[in-house]
């Protein structure tokens, strides 16, 4: 069992910078796979960046590619998303998750469905 939590969103204007933490418990966070996604209202969760589980592979969105840095401290327990140049449509609730290290190796590492444990998100607004 994995528990999460995010912190780090907040309001921020178009250009700016933010950094999201996300937080594990238990001792097997370097085994699996994590992963960030957001989400709007009436919209569903949309992939964002996912790393493997020694931070070896990483693979973004075309959307925030050349912006957004996911790393992880395997030490500390925690993921990271950088986030540079930040546009209103980026504005969303972000979220971390962990899955079975096997599909950052796969195109399921850029579905919700396939990550089984969720953060309870922050929220990010980037105002114009």
């Known amino acids: 069992q994995v528990q999460l939590v995010e912190s780090g969103g907040g309001l921020v204007q178009t250009g700016g910078s933010l950094r999201l933490s996300c937080a594990a418990s238990?001792?097997?966070?370097?085994?699996?796979?994590m992963g960030w996604f957001r989400q709007t209202p009436g919209k569903e969760r949309e992939f964002v960046a996912a790393i493997s589980w020694n931070g070896g592979s990483t693979y973004y969105a075309d959307s925030v590619k050349g912006r957004f840095t996911i790393s992880r401290d395997n030490g500390k327990n925690t993921v990271y998303l950088q986030m540079n140049s930040l546009k209103p449509e980026d504005t969303a609730v972000y979220y971390c998750?962990?899955?079975?290290?096997?599909?950052?190796?796969?195109?399921?590492?850029?579905?919700?469905?396939?990550?089984?444990?969720w953060g309870q998100g922050t929220q990010v607004t980037v105002s114009s």
């Open positions: 998750a962990a899955g079975d290290r096997s599909i950052i190796y796969t195109d399921w590492r850029s579905s919700s469905q396939r990550y089984r444990y």
């Open positions: 238990g001792r097997t966070f370097s085994s699996y796979a």
